[in-house]
């Protein structure tokens, strides 16, 4: 691969070198859950709480979430590789096999992962073929026994491989 080759492919493959952890973005929508996966997961400010993530502008999940009041974001753990897989399948149930938790808000958050963050959206950016949805958070859980699972190079890893 030449250093010149900015192809989606070589893209990929080079912005896969750099591990990410991967999360879930969730919500009730009349009753029924909707989400997506993401990696690109990024805490933005302390004061405010702010936090972020990349979906594709093509995603047709996220039109279905971004005028929501409240998001769950869940921070996938080593048990959800799986899990990580269905929620970003283009078709299916997306929540097939995962116990999760729906609060009056609208939030979903899944079961077995290390934080939960209730959300809601502060900003959108325009980034090429993506957007950058930043989120203000209102609530925070952490569950300090799971482990996060890490997306690297196109395969789900556990810390210490």
């Known amino acids: 691969m030449s ?8 893209l990929r493959e080079a912005f896969g070198h750099f591990p990410t952890g991967v999360i879930a973005i969730a ?4 009753g029924v859950r909707v989400g997506l996966a993401a ?5 933005v400010s302390l004061d405010p709480p702010l936090v972020s993530f990349c979906v594709q502008n093509s995603s047709e999940t996220w039109p279905k979430l971004k005028d929501l009041p409240a998001l769950g974001i869940s ?3 080593e048990a959800h590789d799986a899990a990580a897989k269905t929620l970003a399948a283009k078709t299916g149930d997306r929540f097939a096999g995962l116990d999760t ?5 609208g939030a979903v958050f899944v079961h077995g992962t290390s934080v939960w963050l209730e959300s ?3 900003q ?6 993506h957007t950058i949805v930043v989120l203000r958070v209102h609530e925070i859980t952490v569950h300090d026994d799971v482990a996060p699972i ?5 395969t789900f890893r556990r810390l210490g491989e």
């Open 3 to 10: 250093s010149t080759d900015l192809s989606p492919a070589s």
């Open 27 to 30: 919500a009730e929508v009349e």
């Open 39 to 43: 990696s690109t997961f990024v805490p």
């Open 75 to 77: 921070v996938l753990g």
């Open 101 to 105: 938790e729906s609060r009056t808000s």
């Open 120 to 122: 809601a959206i502060e």
């Open 124 to 129: 959108l950016v325009p980034a090429g073929d």
């Open 150 to 154: 890490v997306f690297h190079r196109s």
